[in-house]
RNA sequence: GCCCUCAUCGUCUAGUGGCCUAGGAUAUCGCCCUCUCACGGCGAAGACCGGGGUUCGAGUCCCCGUGGGGGUACCA
């Protein structure tokens, strides 16, 4: 028999990590197993789900790489299926109506100690079956309750192992409300039924739904599903994962130029490990490893610093042309077209690359290269230029002298460089900072002779003549207050 | 309250009764490289939640606590 596994999110807000992670373990086991994967999903709360959300959930998906073999489906769609289940159980005796007045039940439950479906129950059976029908006949609104049969609810889960719940602890739930809608509990039965689905992995947060909806299965005289309840994802404080800690959503992290496969990477190794000490995998890799038995039982905390060192060793992986185009997206105005000579940017990626966690990073360490219109960052200007101007612009015009005759290489403008700092009596070090600065406009940024080379002679003897411009005027200014 | 569930370095994890003097990764710190920042290399520090059992032997099995999470809806 093949695996049929689904993915059955709530369009009720973004596509959560959490969300995010289940449906990659999902999609992981039918890659590996060559299961199907169904989408469906569920927008029975109306209120709350709107064609919107489903649209966000969907390009997460399909940003992540988790593609789907058949859906998505919609549970709204199948309300009359889950109606009629709901009705056949009533016919048969295996639930009841219930005319009951919810506030009072509750009432009375809490007065009495007891559970509110017990007292339903009660009401119900005292009713009886003929009266239970005179007041339906009449009109009488009621919701229909599943009566949850003596004995054990029984099922296994990939995670858990066998898990056994005595029916005591299951209460009669409600199937289907007054107003005639199907509830969660059994859409989710009438739908994985439906749709063939053989294994239910989701959410730990459903492991004690499971035996009421187990019940169900039984009967509705459905084949039970196995299930895998995966731990749930943890904010950096172990609490739940919540606005509170940033980004949550999937898309956030995309825009903070986090890659998809090193975001797939990192979900998947929450809560699984190959069992060998792997941890940059490709998608390839990990469909290749991936065992359902390998599954965890702990919750994990979603480690933000961990996601992006796992994602520049991503983005050192990916070939050099899909990053140009980044490049290109990132930035914008004159110099952009720079970027359209392959040599040069190429060379331009072999500097920033190891320099760059996130393709946000990526595009910023760019940006002195590629546009003219520098950003000078104060403290670097404040530090290498202000505290003495005078120096930083003796020693700026000698490297613009010792740089004039020599060849534009690496090693020739080391030797020049060297040479400038010598004559002046200083270490490299007191002309190469000024120079990063007029250079690129911060403080920090690849070797300094690579920056020159990157640049060129042209480009890089304007950036040292405006700044030394800036210079001239900042030690007129020094000059008057002085006097 | 009741029911369920989980528990190894800060974090992600390896560990399925002797291979554990508890391994790896990340983060942190130090050193090296060096013009800065990264990368890289080397090194340090850092954990079996507590208590009882079982056993020749327990991180690993059992029980009880404690702590976290979930459920207990005419939400999903």
Redesign the pocket.
């Known amino acids: 028999m093949t695996m049929r596994l689904r993915f059955?999110?709530?369009p009720?807000g973004y596509l959560h990590v959490g969300g995010a992670r289940t449906a990659v373990f999902n999609w992981l086991l039918a890659q590996s197993a060559g299961g199907v994967f169904v989408l469906r999903i569920?927008?029975?709360?109306r209120?709350?789900?709107s064609d919107e959300h489903t649209q966000v959930i969907l390009d997460g998906l399909s940003w992540l790489g988790v593609t789907w073999d058949e859906g998505p489906f919609f549970?709204s769609e199948g309300v009359e299926r889950h109606r009629a289940d709901a009705l056949r159980l009533l016919a048969e005796g295996k639930a009841y109506r219930?005319?009951?007045?919810?506030e009072q039940?509750?009432a009375e439950?809490k007065e009495r100690?007891m559970?509110?479906?017990k007292v339903?129950r009660e009401q119900a059976d005292a009713l009886g079956a003929d009266g239970s029908d005179q007041r339906a006949v009449a009109g009488d609104?009621?919701?229909v309750?599943f009566r949850v049969p003596d004995g054990e609810a029984v099922f296994h889960d990939l995670?858990?192992?066998e898990?056994?719940?005595?029916s005591?602890?299951?209460?009669d739930?409600?199937i289907?409300?007054?107003?005639g809608?199907?509830?969660?509990?059994l859409?989710?039965v009438s739908d994985d039924a439906e749709q063939g689905i053989t294994l239910v992995l989701r959410g730990?947060?459903?492991?004690?739904?499971t035996?009421?909806q187990v019940l169900l299965y039984q009967a509705l005289g459905y084949a039970q599903p196995t299930f895998a309840?995966v731990?749930?994802i943890?904010g950096?404080d172990?609490?739940?994962l919540s606005k509170r800690h940033g980004a949550t959503a999937v898309g956030d992290y995309s825009g903070q130029g986090i890659l998809p496969e090193a975001m797939f990477n990192?979900l998947a190794?929450?809560?699984?490990?190959?069992?060998?000490?792997r941890?940059?995998m490709s998608i390839e890799e990990l469909t290749e490893a991936f065992s359902a038995?390998?599954l965890?039982?702990?919750?994990?905390?979603?480690?933000t610093?961990?996601l992006?060192?796992?994602n520049?060793?991503h983005l050192?992986a990916r070939p050099t042309e899909e990053l140009v185009r980044a490049l290109e997206e990132g930035l914008d105005g004159p110099g952009v077209e720079r970027l359209g000579d392959p040599v040069w940017t190429a060379a331009l990626l072999e500097l920033i690359k190891?320099?760059?966690?996130t393709m946000n990073d990526l595009v910023e360490q760019a940006r002195p290269f590629v546009t003219d219109d520098l950003a000078f960052d104060d403290k670097a200007v404040e530090k290498h230029w202000l505290k003495s101007p005078g120096e930083a612009r003796e020693r700026l015009s000698a490297l613009l002298e010792a740089f004039s005759g020599v060849a534009w290489t690496h090693d020739e403008l080391?030797s020049a460089l060297?040479g400038a700092a010598a004559k002046l009596e200083v270490?490299?070090?007191k002309v190469?900072?000024p120079?990063?600065v007029a250079l690129t406009g911060?403080?920090?940024?690849?070797?300094?002779?690579?920056?020159l080379v990157q640049l060129g002679r042209e480009r890089s003897e304007q950036r040292v003549n405006s700044a030394l411009e800036r210079l001239a005027e900042a030690g007129a200014e020094e000059h008057e207050s002085l006097s």
């Open positions: 059955a999110p709530s009720t569920e927008d029975t709360d209120a709350r789900s549970q219930d005319f009951s007045d919810p039940v509750r439950a100690g559970h509110p479906s339903a609104p009621f919701a309750r995670v858990h192992g898990m056994r719940f005595g005591d602890d299951v209460d739930l409600v289907l409300r007054s107003d809608t199907p509830t969660y509990n859409a989710v730990d947060d459903h492991l004690s739904n035996p009421k309840h731990p749930m943890l950096s172990g609490k739940k990192f190794l929450l809560g699984w490990s190959p069992g060998d000490d941890e940059f038995d390998r965890l039982k702990s919750a994990s905390v979603f480690d610093e961990k992006e060192w796992l520049g060793r050192a190891p320099r760059s966690r080391e060297r270490g490299a070090g190469i900072h120079l990063r911060n403080m920090a940024s690849p070797g300094i002779f690579d920056v």
